[in-house]
């Protein structure tokens, strides 16, 4: 007599939302794979936005401009300095885009609907989005970063590179939380362009883009304390350049991502659980 369970009609086994989340994947990737000019944007674009303050150091600093950015940063290499905090801000960015954009879509060609009547949730196709934007992110910002250094003639590879990539790593999945919680904010207000636009200012600023975040009001550094990409940024900077940890040591300011990792994913599934089913009680799916 066999002792194997029935499958609950209508629950998904782990395999099969493993299946359905790569599925989403595979089919972002085979869509984007068709577009190789919006992958070669996505390279050019990060050297570019690095690139009018590296020349603007040069052209107002001169032979002082290195000496002048170590002694405000604690590096002298503001080529690498720029360049990680562009890129990074890339990583963020596409986060925020890609899920954002996929909500969006959903609700404007009326297939948010039908993914409500299939045992598959919303839940599980955001995270092959994310595995998507996850892959299509990092290989634009690692591409770009290399590129960088080689035309502006830095070493890209000085520093605890493993570290970095260790920095990079732990804070995916803070970020991701956080695009979660974007996503619910793009279901419960219906918009997507003005969101992510405002989005990116907020982002740009907070995380210390092309400044160290001690050079912000003492308010709004705590601010950005609260923020993952902020320790993501730092940590990279400091991995690589030296520029110093937040508390003094690469485990302390690994452990707050860590923190993050833990409390933002849940977070952003929470809220996003939330609205999502108010829209489906109270507004109606097809209000799109």
């Not at 603007?56 to 990680?84: H, K, M, P, W």
């Not at 993501?232 to 707050?256: H, I, K, Q």
């Amino acid at each position: 007599m066999s002792t194997t369970l029935p499958t609950l009609p209508g629950r998904p086994r782990p395999a099969q939302i493993l299946s359905a989340a790569l599925a989403e994947t595979r089919l972002r990737l085979t869509n984007i794979s068709r577009y190789p000019g919006q992958l070669l944007m996505e390279i050019i674009i990060p050297i570019v936005f690095a690139a009018m303050p590296i020349l603007l150091g040069q052209a107002t600093g001169g032979d002082q401009a290195a000496a002048n950015f170590a002694r405000n940063t604690g590096t002298a290499n503001y080529v690498a300095y720029l360049l990680i905090g562009s890129n990074v801000f890339t990583i963020v960015s596409n986060a925020f885009w890609h899920i954002a954009y996929w909500l969006r879509f959903e609700q404007e060609t009326g297939t948010l609907e039908s993914v409500y009547l299939t045992p598959t949730s919303t839940l599980t196709l955001a995270g092959g989005v994310a595995l998507y934007s996850v892959v299509r992110g990092l290989a634009a910002a690692l591409l770009a970063y290399l590129l960088g250094c080689l035309i502006f003639q830095v070493n890209p590879l000085q520093g605890d590179v493993l570290l970095a990539l260790g920095f990079v790593a732990a804070g995916l999945l803070p970020i991701y939380g956080l695009a979660l919680l974007f996503g619910a904010v793009v279901l419960k207000v219906k918009e997507s362009n003005a969101l992510v636009n405002l989005m990116q200012w907020a982002v740009s600023f907070l995380m210390g883009l092309f400044y160290p975040v001690a050079a912000l009001p003492p308010l709004l550094r705590a601010v950005a304390l609260l923020f993952p990409p902020t320790w993501l940024t730092n940590g990279v900077r400091s991995a690589l350049l030296g520029v110093g940890y937040f508390f003094g040591a690469w485990y302390l300011d690994m452990a707050v991502l860590w923190v993050f990792m833990l409390f933002a994913p849940l977070f952003g599934f929470w809220v996003f659980n939330r609205v999502e089913r108010g829209i489906q009680r109270n507004e109606g799916v097809g209000q799109f």
